[in-house]
Structure formats: C-alpha cells, structure tokens
C-alpha cells in the first residue's frame, strides 16, 4: 500500500469484519482525506469549514442520540414482532446509512433483509406488507417532500415505515408508523446519525424477538430438565 490512514477507534485492529464503531471513524477519516485532497489541488477552503466543524459536533450529536434509547426501544418493541419481512431504504448519503444498517440487521437478527433506494422500494415488494426502515436524516428542502411522498405510498400498501429523521421535518411524516428524531449537523454528516439511530433499532430489534421467545426457551428448559430426572418426575 501506498499510503494507509490508521484510524483510533477504541481497541486494537479489527479481524474479518469490520465493527461498527470502525464505520464511524472511516466516515470522519474518509472526510479529512478529501478534505486533503482538496486542499491540495487549490480548492477553495471555505467549503471545508462547514464540514470541520460538522465533525466537531457530531460527538455531541451522537451523545445525544444514545439519550434516547429507551424510546427507539419503544419503537421497536412494538413494531418488530408484527412483521416478517423487513427493508431499510434511504437516499442520497442516506444509502450509505441502509446499507450499514441492512448489514447489522441481518447480523443481529438473522433475518435475510432488502436495501433499496427510497424511491425504487414502491415498484418491488410492498405486497409483502414490510417493516420498513427510512433513513432520511439531513434532507432539506423538496428532498423532504418527496421522501414524505414515498413513506404514504408505503403506508397505503400497508407497510409499516419506521423513518429517521432530523429533529426539523420529524413532524413532517405523518403518514409514517413510527418517526425517531435525530439532531441536524450538517447535511454532509447528518447520515451519521441516521446510522447511529439505526444501529441501536438493530440491538433493540434482536432483544424484543429475544425476550418474545424466553417463555418458549424456559418451557423447553423445564420440559428437558423433567426428561433427564427419574421416572416417576415425568408422570408427576
């Protein structure tokens, strides 16, 4: 390799898979690189102030989305037990956020799961009636519109679309089952957060369909346990 960009990411380098927290700090260490790049091919640094400083409040930003686990708990409790086939889609930086998220879901779920385009999840499977994951933090403007546009068409079919989105358009999702509220950074950066959002719904995720299937483990436990004892502790 010509060149190799280590990153600090809380412990030693990483086998086979990449961790999670290895996402973030790729995402911060790919945005200083092109920054880089930028700098040295003479373009103007006024564009790279606003990122430098998004990437400065994108700890505290996260700290904030980690406050409120409990509600996307919530969410997923009484959403994820309902349904199953599932989706993530976003567009835009959006993309990179549901293919993170398609990834940690399978991971910890074990459940074959699509990714798509905001716009392209219409014209594929939403006969299934999906729980569908929209990553759509840090729009803006008619991007807004549009995403909210694709959630109702996914309502009416049925679906149940779960969205991610900055704390300024939360309310602007009405026809969606469920809306976290993320906070705004930067539009650049804001698919960060999405990310994080969405990584927690995965953990929450597996621990609702793992407490839903503890009285199934305990009867099997206790139906396991009678079967090793004597005779007699099967007929009592």
């Known amino acids: 390799s010509d060149g190799v960009l280590y990153t600090s990411d809380g412990r ?13 700090a790729q ?34 930003a996260m700290r904030s989305v980690l406050t409120q686990r409990d509600a996307i708990a919530g969410i997923a409790q009484r959403q994820v037990l309902g349904r199953r086939y599932w989706a993530v889609v976003g567009n835009g930086r959006n993309v990179v956020a549901a293919r993170e998220l398609r990834i940690k879901l399978s991971e910890l779920c074990y459940k074959a799961i699509a990714c798509d385009v905001t716009e392209d999840k219409k014209h594929i499977d939403l006969s299934s009636e999906p729980l569908v994951l929209v990553c759509a933090a ?29 704390s300024e358009d939360a309310t602007r999702f009405a026809h969606a089952r469920e809306v976290f ?31 839903s299937a503890r009285p199934l483990r305990e009867a099997r436990a206790a139906i396991e346990a009678a079967a090793a004892g004597p005779p007699e502790t099967l007929l009592d």
């Open 12 to 24: 030693d380098v990483e086998m086979s898979v990449a961790s999670t927290k290895a996402f973030y």
């Open 27 to 60: 995402v911060a260490a790919g945005y200083l690189l092109a920054l880089a790049i930028a700098a040295e091919l003479g373009v103007d640094a006024r564009h790279a102030q606003p990122i430098l400083a998004a990437l400065r409040q994108l700890p505290d």
């Open 138 to 166: 840090g729009l803006g403007g008619s991007n807004v519109d549009d995403v909210t546009k694709e959630v109702a068409i996914y309502g009416a079919h049925r679906a149940a679309p779960v969205v991610i989105a900055s």
């Open 181 to 211: 509220a993320v906070p705004a950074v930067d539009p650049a950066l804001d698919f960060v957060l999405s990310t994080m959002a969405g990584h927690l719904f995965c953990y929450e995720a597996a621990l609702a369909i793992d407490a």
